[in-house]
């Protein structure tokens, strides 16, 4: 794949709380941002609301996604036990259009993604993770969304 095609916009930064709902309402309240899509992920741990400053997403809108672990196990909950609790940015999500031509391409370049195939994230999107350690220190996801 060509450089041009291996990646749309930055879809979402996601800021990982103990308290979604109590995050969403600041947020609502505080800067009159609007939640667009909520839902449980359980197979990742997590709920997860997705905001932005518009009540429509149009079509390159970065969105922020505020989560928090469903339950100790979560990679989540893990990660927030790290930072002895305290909220923060916990990953980027870049959108492609092929996520199996976009993996492909990036283990020939040495990227170690974490799952051998994508998995099923936000509104059915297919996603998957570089390590932190191929994204110079920051969780960084690929999410593809459904195609019709
Ligand atoms: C861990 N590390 C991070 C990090 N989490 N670096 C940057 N950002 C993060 N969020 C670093 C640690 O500091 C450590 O670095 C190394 O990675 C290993 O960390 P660990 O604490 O030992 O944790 P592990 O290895 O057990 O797990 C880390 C790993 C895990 C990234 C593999 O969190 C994971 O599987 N994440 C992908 C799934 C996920 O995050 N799901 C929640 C979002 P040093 O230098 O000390 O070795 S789900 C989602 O987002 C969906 C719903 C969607 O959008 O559709």
């Known amino acids: 794949?060509?450089?041009e095609d291996l990646f749309?916009?930055?879809?979402?930064?996601a800021y990982a709380c103990p308290d979604a709902d109590e995050a969403s309402k600041y947020y609502q309240e505080t800067f009159g941002w609007h939640e667009l899509h909520r839902e449980e992920n359980p197979e990742q741990g997590v709920v997860e609301?997705?905001?932005a400053p518009a009540a429509k997403l149009t079509e390159h809108m970065t969105q922020v996604q505020v989560m928090a672990p469903l339950n100790d196990e979560s990679t989540v909950a893990k990660w927030l036990a790290k930072h002895n609790g305290r909220a923060g940015l916990h990953h980027m999500a870049w959108r492609v259009d092929d996520i199996d031509a976009?993996?492909?391409t990036l283990r020939e370049r040495g990227v170690q993604l974490?799952?051998?195939e994508p998995k099923l994230g936000t509104g059915g999107n297919r996603i998957n993770f570089m390590h932190p350690k191929s994204g110079k220190g920051v969780l960084i996801e690929l999410t593809q969304y459904p195609k019709n």
Request: net charge negative; proline share 0%; with cysteine.
């Open 102 to 104: 976009v993996s492909a």
């Open 1 to 3: 794949m060509s450089n």
């Open 8 to 13: 749309i916009c930055i879809d979402h930064v």
């Open 49 to 51: 609301i997705m905001m």
């Open 114 to 116: 974490l799952y051998d």
